[in-house]
Structure formats: C-alpha cells, structure tokens
C-alpha cells in the first residue's frame, strides 16, 4: 500500500496555511504556501491568505 500525501502545512512556522503538496512553493527540500513565506518573509509582509497572520 502506498500513502501518497495530499496537503501539507506550510513550513514557515508562524504560517498556518495548508495547501496541496503539488502547489506549493518548494525551497531547500520544503513546501510553502507563497514566496514571501519561501523567502523568509524578507520584505516583511505576509503571507496575506484569508486568516493567516504570519510575517516570519
């Protein structure tokens, strides 16, 4: 039997969004929801998904 893995949480830890494992963002072997979250959040804005707070 094989798991195949659908959705995943965004892997920027303050970031609570979870998205399609295929969709994602990928950087250093990892999946986030956007580039901001992917760039560590350099330019200081968030992700800016409906009830998400994150800003690194």
Do not use: F, Q, W
């Amino acid at each position: 039997m094989t798991d195949t893995v659908e959705l995943v949480k965004c892997a920027c830890p303050d970031c609570v969004c979870v998205i399609p494992a295929d969709k994602g963002v990928k950087r250093d072997g990892r999946i986030y929801c956007n580039d901001e979250c992917a760039d560590h959040h350099k330019s200081g804005a968030g992700c800016h998904h409906a009830g998400c707070a994150c800003h690194g």
